[in-house]
């Protein structure tokens, strides 16, 4: 008998010493790549000149089981070595989590940095502005994947764009208030626009019960990492059955030079398929908008959410209406000579060139575009009517007023 006590003695003691290692990281855990046994010359060294850092990483759950060299490499090994250190990118996270990895490559956030490049008005802007820096375009837009060469001066900034450095938190990525810095402003204030719905409203007041949808529960149903909405950024798709809305449509396409003047397609036309900011295929289009149907659906009837997101559709139908008239006036200056095409402008007017417009009518035209035609249909779909009706649709048709006016007022100059 006191042999049998005494060999449980020694296996509780074993028990608790292996409880005791694992909660100071010394023991081997599930999912690592191996065993930590104190402290890493990473983790020392950094501690001195990175604290922030070094915590951050050994608070969160990759830190209980990974080594820094698990995500940099181990090559870099003092301050004079730094450029040796690797950069995480999409492969490195996929050792781990390569079924996230390939949602992501399939959703437009992978995208980004291609949509960003596609957008001709890029290469005007100085380095710091415009994609060259870290503070401009390429600082929301770094979370697409991007060349080899490109890495070393802006990172990979893909799954660490949501699960931000370095404590890489699932909770931080599921919070609504993650997408916040990239999805607000200017063009899409997808942030604004939730927040300030129904749906933002409840969540602010019962933020754990699960009761409100958040951006993820739309966007990234059951944690699918292949964010895609079925009308892309341009809100553009092909073909159309409404003959109406389709003339329109080829009138915007060919005003930001996707659609040449006879109607073809131009080399804008790929890179706008590829980085998939518009729909150029039903199939695409119908994808898309049946998984959100799905969505909806979890809380609503299937018939609501169909009714409701055709009511979004009707919005960019009525909006194009006016967008495309207000393009052809300002096209009927070119046309007439009042207008001068500039040398490095491919077509005209050049809607994709956005604020490097050269005149004030082309410049309302660029407001219509990104901004007021944006907040219409966007307020429509994040369920926010004062968005859609005074931020988008009103001022879609102040901006069109203003249009007539300036081209009267060019042509009766131009005729005295």
């Not at 993650?178 to 300030?196: S, Y």
């Not at 000579?337 to 490097?356: C, N, S, T, V």
């Amino acid at each position: 008998m006191r042999r049998s006590y005494h060999f449980i003695s020694i296996a509780v003691g074993l028990f608790g010493l292996f409880i005791a290692l694992s909660a100071n990281g010394l023991a081997a855990s599930p999912g690592g790549t191996g065993q930590k046994k104190g402290k890493s010359q990473c983790i020392s060294c950094h501690e001195k000149v990175s604290a922030g850092i070094v915590s951050q990483f050994l608070a969160g759950k990759m830190g209980k089981a990974l080594d820094c060299s698990d995500c940099h490499g181990s090559e870099h090994t003092s301050e004079a070595d730094v450029a040796k250190a690797k950069l995480p990118t999409p492969e490195t996270c996929g050792r781990c989590h390569a079924g996230r990895v390939q949602q992501y490559r399939e959703g437009k956030h992978a995208l980004a940095w291609a949509a960003m490049k596609a957008m001709p008005m890029l290469n005007h802007q100085p380095p710091g502005v415009g994609g060259g820096g870290l503070k401009g375009c390429s600082a929301c837009h770094k979370i697409g994947e991007k060349a080899a060469s490109e890495l070393t001066r802006y990172g990979s900034g893909a799954c660490d764009s949501c699960h931000t450095r370095h404590s890489f938190s699932v909770k931080e990525a599921r919070d609504p208030r993650a997408c916040r810095t990239c999805h607000m402003g200017f063009d899409h204030p997808q942030w604004e626009m939730w927040q300030t719905s129904k749906h933002g409203t409840i969540w602010e007041l019962e933020p754990t019960s699960g009761r409100a949808p958040t951006c993820q529960t739309c966007h990234m149903h059951d944690g699918n990492h292949g964010v895609m909405t079925a009308w892309g950024f341009l809100a553009l798709r092909m073909p159309e059955d409404d003959k109406a809305w389709l003339e329109d449509r080829i009138t915007i396409l060919k005003a930001i030079g996707v659609l040449d003047e006879k109607g073809n397609p131009t080399e804008r036309f790929d890179a706008v398929k590829g980085a998939k900011v518009a729909r150029l295929d039903k199939e695409s289009f119908d994808r898309e908008r049946n998984k959100m149907i799905h969505t909806c659906s979890s809380c609503h009837s299937r018939s609501y959410a169909e009714t409701n997101l055709k009511a979004g559709d009707d919005i960019i139908r009525e909006t194009d209406r006016i967008f495309a008239d207000s393009i052809r006036t300002v096209k009927a200056l070119y046309d007439d000579g009042i207008l001068k095409k500039p040398a490095d402008w491919k077509y005209a007017p050049d809607l994709l060139q956005f604020y490097e417009a050269k005149t004030a009518a082309e410049q309302e035209l660029y407001l219509i575009f990104l901004e007021y035609r944006q907040r219409a249909f966007q307020g429509a779909f994040h369920a926010n009517p004062d968005y859609m009706h005074w931020y988008g649709w009103a001022k879609v048709k102040e901006a069109a007023t203003r249009i007539k006016e300036d081209a009267e007022n060019l042509r009766r100059e131009k005729n005295k």
